[in-house]
């Protein structure tokens, strides 16, 4: 699909305009003007995510980001039932707690709530709100696994993943927006295969392999983060092999395995890291090894 995007976009760039058809032309003032307004965004907007250092572009402020993370968590926390599992609460507020305590995160207020739901999935938002769904609590046999599923939610928080995301789309629609304004003069047709190419282009090229790349980074301070906490990160390829075998099972897939890659990525990736982590975890202030049993 993305290669059949990028070719319908080079067609239309290059082809002769058909009669009638003025073509798509930016004069050198307005490419100047589009190149110029990319810039002044592109220095307001650098930052660099955690241990991972990758330059990131994000145009949402975090006072923005934080308010969005806590109106977000009150709409889902509003409509969802707290777990009754006793062991399970006291299993993720430790976990969470252990694991904030390492993350190095002024300003988060954080809240870490198990929810009564067979949902297997977890999320963090902005600003430190965690919510685990009982579901996923199996799939992570004890505390080292829950800390597997934590640290790669709070890395996508830490890493301001989401206002990443919420900028690059942005700046897709922005980018839409000015195809839109400069082909306004060609027929409808082309100018709707032009834009069609543009959302598949953009879809496929740049939105998706990001989403993809967002997930491996979680993977890669996550591993960092439960491994500074005291959990032995060798849980990691463990509970993401568990969680590969409830995929390939009769049972419906987890709900995360819709966004996240591949499992044989994932665990060649885990295992590529796995080192600096294990050395992390051994001067650890503390070390709990796999935690209490879950289930
Ligand atoms: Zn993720």
Redesign the pocket.
């Known amino acids: 699909m993305a290669k059949e995007g990028w070719i319908l976009m080079n067609r239309f760039l290059y082809q002769k305009p058909s009669q009638g058809d003025r073509g798509f032309r930016l004069s050198r003032r307005q490419l100047l003007a589009s190149m110029g307004s990319l810039g002044v965004s592109y220095c307001c907007g650098c930052r660099s995510a955690p241990m991972t250092g990758r330059r990131q572009l994000v145009f949402i402020p975090k006072s923005m980001e934080m308010s969005l993370g806590e109106q977000s968590y009150a709409d889902v926390i509003s409509k969802s039932t707290p777990s009754q599992n006793q062991a399970w609460i006291d299993a993720v507020h430790r976990t969470g707690q252990r694991i904030a305590a390492v993350a190095n995160a002024p300003g988060f207020q954080w809240e870490f709530r198990l929810l009564a739901s067979p949902t297997q999935n977890a999320f963090c938002l902005p600003g430190g709100k965690v919510a685990i769904y009982e579901g996923i609590v199996p799939l992570c046999q004890n505390e080292a696994g829950l800390a597997v599923v934590m640290s790669?939610?709070i890395?996508?928080a830490l890493a301001h993943?989401g206002a990443e995301r919420m900028s690059q789309q942005a700046g897709v629609q922005g980018a839409g927006a000015v195809l839109g304004w400069a082909m306004s003069e060609t027929t409808p047709m082309t100018r709707e295969l032009a834009m069609r190419a543009f959302g598949t282009g953009t879809q496929y090229g740049i939105l998706l392999p990001y989403s993809r790349h967002?997930?491996s980074e979680?993977?890669e301070i996550g591993i960092q983060l439960m491994a500074k906490a005291g959990y032995d990160p060798a849980e990691a390829p463990l509970f993401w092999g568990r969680f590969g075998n409830a995929k390939s099972s009769d049972q419906a897939p987890p709900e995360?395995a819709s966004?996240?890659p591949s499992d044989q990525r994932r665990a060649a990736d885990l295992a590529q890291k796995l080192p600096q982590a294990l050395d992390l975890y051994q001067s650890a202030a503390s070390r709990y090894g796999r935690g209490e049993r879950l289930v």
């Open positions: 790669h939610e890395a996508h993943h967002h997930e979680a993977d995360w966004t996240h």
